[in-house]
Each structure stands twice: as C-alpha cells, then as structure tokens.
C-alpha cells in the first residue's frame, strides 16, 4: 500500500514557476513508476507526466512539454513536478500517482494509487 501527499500548490501569475512535491509511504516507492495528472474545472482529468521507476525516462504531454519538469528522490520518497512559464490554461487541481506495472502509461486505469491534489491557479 502506498500513499500519497501533494503539496506546493497555489496561486501564481502568467508567466511565474511552482514547484510541487508528492510525498510517498511505502517501502517500495523506488518500484513505482510516478504520474501527474491534473483536473480544470468542468474538465476531465488529464495526463500532465511520468516518470520511471528508475528515473531516466520520462514523458511528458504535448501541452507541457518544454515548460514542466518532472524527478524523483528514491531516497526521500519524493517526485516533483517543476513548472515554469505557467499559463492560465495549466489552472487545474495536480494529482501524483503511482503504478506498480512499469509500463509507461498515460492512462489514469495503469495507476493504482492516487493523492488528494493540490490545486494550481494561474492569473493572468
């Protein structure tokens, strides 16, 4: 059983830069690969990242790519989402997620544990 805890959430201007963090329970955080996902209001959740268990690949979608930064410290127990040059568009609640299948997914049914969110408001 892994859980998980968001944070760094806020509100921040165009253009500006947030950092969150997930904070995972768990022996076997190092086993898992790592998502975020995130949610707009009256929309679907959406695939932002991922990250491998071991780190070296991530993956990132389209509408973030060049702007957010995802990594992990196996050793804290602890991935991070780094976003910059953020738009009001990227105002959404920010979810970690964790699959114990490495398969690389962008699909919310690979992941099987999930955090609370931690909500991002851009201002324009």
């Known amino acids: 059983q892994v859980q998980l805890v968001e944070s760094g959430g806020g509100l921040v201007q165009a253009g500006g830069s947030l950092r969150l963090s997930c904070a995972a329970s768990g022996r076997t955080f190092s086993s898992y690969d790592m998502g975020w996902f995130r949610q707009a209001p009256g929309k679907e959740r959406e695939f932002v990242t991922r990250?491998?268990?071991?780190?070296?690949?991530?993956y990132y979608a389209d509408s973030v790519k060049g702007r957010f930064t995802i990594s992990r410290d196996n050793a804290k127990k602890t991935v991070y989402l780094q976003m910059n040059s953020l738009k009001p568009e990227d105002t959404a609640v920010y979810y970690c997620a964790a699959a114990k299948a490495s398969i690389g997914s962008a699909f919310q049914r690979d992941y099987d544990y999930w955090g609370q969110g931690t909500q991002v408001t851009v201002s324009s």
């Open positions: 990250i491998a268990f071991f780190g070296a690949r991530t």
